[in-house]
């Protein structure tokens, strides 16, 4: 399984961005089953910012709560992170995460990363 990320990119504050990140390689008949974002700031650990689950369940920082919107697509094995009002503060690499590769009780792989897409927020 491959993760590619994109829409990262320039923005001032108060600005918006949307993050896409799409799952390639998943083999018909499996799933994945939590998708999402993680950021790491410069001398900082990475962070989880938000995810979702198949499911639709969600869970978001607290620092991003009532800015940040996570979605997924499951037929496209693709989750997008919508970020509104942003801060300085949110200036980081972000990341995305696919927690497990499954079919019913058989786990494929687990633990996928993306590569980094930058997310820079400055006037």
């Known amino acids: 399984v491959q993760l590619q990320a994109s829409g990262g990119g320039l923005v001032q504050p108060g600005g918006s961005l949307r993050l896409s990140c799409a799952a390639s390689g998943v083999r018909f008949g499996r799933f994945i089953s939590v998708m999402g974002w993680y950021r790491q700031a410069p001398g900082k650990l990475r962070e989880l910012v938000a995810n979702a689950t198949r499911g639709g369940s969600t869970n978001y920082a607290d620092s991003v709560k009532g800015r940040f919107t996570i979605s997924r697509d499951n037929a496209k094995n693709t989750v997008y992170l919508q970020m509104n009002n942003l801060e300085a503060e949110d200036t980081a690499v972000y990341y995305c995460?696919?927690?497990?590769?499954?079919?019913?009780?058989?786990?494929?792989?687990?633990?996928?990363w993306g590569k980094g897409t930058q997310v820079t927020v400055s006037s």
């Open positions: 995460n696919a927690d497990r590769l499954y079919y019913r009780d058989i786990t494929y792989g687990t633990n996928y």
